[in-house]
Every structure is written in structure tokens, then in C-alpha cells.
């Protein structure tokens, strides 16, 4: 059975969360220290897990410092946790992403903001034949997971070269391509939330083997990685 996450980890990013400052982290370092090494063994377990079926390459865990040097908001740290996980090579695409917050948890998987390239070819391709991430959002384990798309990150019409006329616009239109699921504290906090983890990143895999495929090919179906 995997160590779960501490109820200890979550108290004190509530505190953390009402006492948002330099001086009151400093005041508590070793109690944020013991947290975060409960929580690079249960990061580290995920990892292990999904190098069961997928290939990781690496693991980056985020700071709790933010960056505020162009935000309003000068609180000095974030009040969650979060880690995500990229796969190996250049024939796989995709990431999946946990973030841990008291009333706010979630992972999620897919293509936050690709690069133009990508973009463009992702688009191209549903307008070229949607049958196949159709039939991957709407397959029923997935989409009760997930539901569909973030819909957040979208153009109000039709991206340039791209008609508001196409039946693919919904999808078109898109300018990220990610999915994600909640859980409450109470899920967190179990004994077996691995294992329920575990359970929505593996729903991901079709999709972003489907992905890998777009992404790694021409719309010829040709492949672009060299030999």
C-alpha cells in the first residue's frame, strides 16, 4: 500500500493560506520541509506507477514561491502543490499534471497553449476528420471522467485560414487541448488515492497516443521523426 498524503500537508497550506508571508513561512520551514518530503515520496510513487504502462522523462514539481514581479497579487507563495510528469521521446506527446489544494484539487492531462506549429497542425487536423477525437471524448469512462475540453482558452470566431462555417469549429477553435478531474480532500487524503490517480491519468492514454500520432505525422499520415 503507497503512503498516502499526510492530512499534515493540507493544514498547512490552509494556514500558509491565511498567512501568507515571508516571516511566518521562515517561522514554520521545518514544518513546510517534512511536508514536501511526505510529498516527494507520494510524487515519486505516481511516477513509478505510470512507468508501468508509459515511459516518464521527467518530473518537475513547481515551486510554492510565485513569481510576482508582473502580478497584483504580491503574496509571496502559492497555496498549493503541484508536480506534472512529461513522457519520453520524441514519439510521445502529453503530460499529465496533479495539483494539490484544500478545496481544490485536481489533475489534469492533454496540451496547455502548444506551440504554433503544433497548433496549427492539431487544427488542421479536425478540420480534415474529427471521427477519431470524437469518439475518443465521447467514450463513456472518459467522458464521464472529464467531460470534455477546457473551453477557457478558445478564439471567439475562427482562427485565421480556418472558416466559423466549419463543423469542427468548436474544436477548431481551441487554443489548448487538456482535460482535468477534481477530487475533494476527502479523496486526497485516503489511504487509496494512488490508485484512484492512477485510474484518470490512464484514461488519458487514448487520447494522447491519438495525439502522439497527429503530432508526429504530416496530413498525409507521414511520419516526421527521422529514422
Do not use: C
Not at 484544500?102 to 487536423?125: Q, Y
Not at 475540453?149 to 485565421?160: E, H, I, L, Y
Not at 481551441?174 to 490517480?197: G, P, R, W
Not at 484518470?200 to 511520419?223: A, C, H, I, Q, W
Amino acid at each position: 500500500m503507497s503512503a498516502p498524503i499526510p492530512k499534515s500537508a493540507f493544514e498547512f497550506l490552509k494556514k500558509l493560506k491565511k498567512n501568507n508571508t515571508r516571516d511566518w513561512m521562515q517561522a514554520h520551514k521545518k514544518e513546510y520541509q517534512a511536508n514536501e518530503k511526505s510529498l516527494k515520496k507520494f510524487y515519486k510513487e505516481v511516477e513509478n506507477e505510470l512507468n508501468k504502462t508509459d515511459e516518464i522523462s521527467k518530473v518537475k514539481i513547481f515551486r510554492i514561491n510565485r513569481d510576482i514581479r508582473f502580478s497584483k497579487d504580491k503574496t509571496p507563495y502559492n497555496v498549493h502543490r503541484s508536480v506534472s510528469y512529461s513522457r519520453a521521446g520524441a514519439h510521445r506527446r502529453g503530460g499529465y499534471y496533479l495539483r494539490l489544494e484544500p478545496g481544490n484539487s485536481l489533475m489534469a492531462g492533454g496540451f496547455f497553449s502548444p506551440n504554433a506549429e503544433d497548433l496549427l497542425r492539431i487544427r488542421k487536423e479536425f478540420e480534415m476528420d474529427d471521427s477519431l477525437i470524437r469518439t475518443i471524448l465521447n467514450q463513456k469512462d472518459f467522458k464521464k471522467a472529464f467531460g470534455g475540453f477546457n473551453r477557457d482558452n478558445a478564439v471567439k470566431t475562427a482562427p485565421k485560414g480556418f472558416s466559423k462555417d466549419d463543423p469542427n469549429i468548436d474544436l477548431i477553435r481551441l487554443k489548448s487541448f487538456f482535460v482535468s478531474h477534481s477530487f475533494t480532500d476527502e479523496e486526497v487524503l485516503s489511504e487509496d488515492f494512488l490508485d484512484t490517480l492512477i485510474y484518470y491519468f490512464k484514461l488519458l492514454r487514448p487520447y494522447f497516443d491519438y495525439m502522439s500520432d497527429v503530432l508526429t505525422t504530416d496530413l498525409n499520415g507521414e511520419s516526421l521523426i527521422d529514422p
